[in-house]
């Protein structure tokens, strides 16, 4: 027999997944020894989950590296996921996932990942953020190829529909009929983001509007199987991180290039052609996450950022060009929107702003004055031809509802017992993290540090699992 059909006749650890999370952990499993097989929902075209859409990871480090510009250490990391999620965060976790993430950039690398300095743009995140070398998507080959010269096993078009556990103790997994049993699991197989009919239980119709930036394939069936068979559940169903993305993307996999990060340099309006929030309230890396749920509060879902031809070129484009007109009525009919109404929108809006020194590297004094709600920041007349709209969504990038886990990244059961043998890593317990809010980059520190913790632990809780049948045989 061949190893490869050993390890898919009988793993010692079942990965459920092929995101960067599931990829840690297979890889640090099999390091550690154990026999690995990877259950990956896509074909390998589409593989890797809304991990192929991301570019970079925040981990601490304690001075500057070569693509790094300065140090970012535990305490700062710390403090920016209390202000990013108002304290709602399992402390100890989140240090240890801090800590946990120094030695990240490290391990990465080792796996054949490779960095890159950060690109200038709009999110400033040079000194706390690696950047990978060529995206998400070559990163994600490193860490197949990485895993499958080490022997790990990938089936993909095997999208997991049930589990049997007894218990809180994994036996198998199901693909349709075929059973897959395994000594541990571990769960990385996402949120349900992608599953429109869960989103509509907790956002109502509205959700029918999101359009879903990675993956079709996240669908909570893991976290759904998990939560029935008596795994705590950890997070809010509605917590999720949403931006406001081009209403033209496709309704999955849109991606990076369809965000749109020109709020500050314009007004938003919504289909009545009114504001309906402060565009200027907080420099862009910090405040760009707060918009999809802003838009998706409004009719129909949909809004539309307006700006002037003194804007166009001061931000990062999305993959469609803007809609543009010589005059503002002009625009108006393009996009659907009431003339009278968005001429008195942009009107009062001019007609508020205070003469101040444009800067949109600082909260600077361009501000209006008597608007409601105001502009606080950046806010100049838009008054030069031609005029400019991108129409936005809701842009859903994933969930926040999860299985709680310990820094083993164990599953706890209901009662506040430890999971014989199942683990979980990434997307599908970011809750324990992430109660709301985000930081740019932590859901790939997320992934990694507690899918390596995942791998390791599933590989010592199979050989724990090995010897107990030996002894009762
Ligand atoms: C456009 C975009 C840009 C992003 N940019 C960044 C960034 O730069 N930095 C950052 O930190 N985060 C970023 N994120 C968030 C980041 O993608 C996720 O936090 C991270 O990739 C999650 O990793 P994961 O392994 O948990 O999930 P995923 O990478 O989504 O992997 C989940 C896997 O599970 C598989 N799966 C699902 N259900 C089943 C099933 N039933 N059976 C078998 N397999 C199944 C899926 O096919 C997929 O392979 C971005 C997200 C998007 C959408």
């Known amino acids: 027999m061949t190893m490869a059909a050993g390890v898919q006749e009988r793993p010692n650890v079942l990965v459920v997944g092929g995101g960067n999370a599931a990829l840690c952990a297979a890889i640090a499993a099999r390091r550690e020894g154990a026999?690995?097989?990877?259950?990956?929902?896509?074909d390998a075209f589409w593989r890797g989950g809304n991990t192929r859409h991301t570019r970079n990871m925040r981990c601490a480090h304690d001075a500057a590296t070569e693509s790094l510009s300065g140090p970012y250490g535990e305490e700062e990391?710390?403090?920016?996921?209390?202000?990013?999620?108002?304290?709602?965060?399992?402390?100890?976790?989140?240090?240890?996932?801090?800590?946990?993430?120094?030695?990240?950039?490290?391990?990465?690398?080792?796996?054949?990942?490779?960095?890159?300095?950060?690109?200038?743009?709009t999110l400033s995140l040079g000194r706390t953020n690696s950047f990978f070398l060529g995206g998400g998507r070559a990163m994600l080959n490193a860490l197949y190829r990485t895993a499958e010269d080490l022997g790990v096993v990938i089936r993909?078009?095997?999208?997991?529909?049930?589990?049997?556990i007894e218990d809180g103790r994994f036996r198998a997994a199901f693909i349709g009929t075929e059973r897959v049993p395994a000594q541990a699991l571990v769960a990385a197989a996402g949120g349900f983001e992608s599953n429109i009919e869960w989103l509509k239980r907790h956002w109502g119709e509205a959700a029918e509007n999101f359009l879903i930036r990675g993956t079709r394939n996240n669908m909570g069936t893991i976290l759904k199987l998990l939560l029935e068979n008596g795994v705590q559940e950890v997070g809010d169903p509605t917590q999720c991180h949403a931006v406001a993305i081009d209403a033209r993307a496709p309704k999955y996999d849109?991606?990076?290039?369809?965000?749109?990060?020109?709020?500050?340099?314009?007004?938003v309006v919504n289909q009545e052609a009114k504001r309906f929030y402060d565009e200027g309230e907080d420099i862009w890396p910090k405040r760009y996450a707060i918009w999809g749920r802003l838009v998706a509060a409004q009719p129909d879902q949909i809004a539309y950022i307006l700006f002037d031809a003194s804007s166009l070129e001061l931000f990062m484009p999305s993959l469609y060009p803007p809609i543009s007109a010589p005059t503002m009525?002009?625009?108006?009919?393009?996009l659907g929107l009431d003339p009278g109404a968005l001429d008195k929108t942009v009107s009062a809006f001019n007609a508020a702003c205070r003469p101040g020194r444009f800067d949109d590297s600082i909260l600077d004094d361009c501000r209006t004055?008597?608007?409601?709600?105001?502009?606080?920041?950046?806010?100049?007349?838009?008054?030069?031809?031609?005029?400019?709209?991108?129409p936005v969504r809701p842009g859903i990038t994933?969930?926040?509802l999860g299985v709680r886990v310990n820094d083993e990244a164990r599953m706890l059961m209901a009662d506040g017992r430890g999971a014989a043998n199942m683990f979980a890593a990434g997307e599908i317990m970011a809750g324990n993290v992430l109660g709301e809010g985000y930081a740019a980059g932590i859901g790939m520190t997320i992934g990694a540090v507690f899918g390596r913790v995942a791998g390791c632990q599933a590989a010592k809780s199979?050989?724990?699992?090995?010897?107990?049948?030996?002894?009762?045989?």
Do not use: N
């Open 369 to 390: 004055e008597g608007l409601d709600p105001p502009k606080s920041h950046w806010a100049r007349p838009i008054a030069t031809a031609p005029f400019y709209a991108y």
């Open 398 to 400: 994933f969930t926040y």
């Open 77 to 121: 990391f710390f403090d920016d996921l209390l202000r990013v999620t108002k304290g709602k965060t399992d402390e100890a976790l989140a240090r240890f996932m801090i800590r946990e993430s120094k030695s990240m950039l490290g391990w990465i690398e080792e796996q054949g990942v490779r960095w890159q300095p950060s690109l200038g743009g």
């Open 462 to 473: 199979a050989r724990a699992e090995s010897r107990l049948h030996e002894s009762a045989s």
């Open 254 to 267: 849109g991606g990076i290039i369809t965000r749109l990060d020109c709020v500050v340099f314009g007004i």
């Open 329 to 334: 009525g002009e625009l108006a009919a393009r």
């Open 35 to 42: 026999r690995v097989l990877v259950l990956e929902a896509a």
């Open 156 to 164: 993909y078009r095997a999208e997991v529909t049930g589990l049997d």
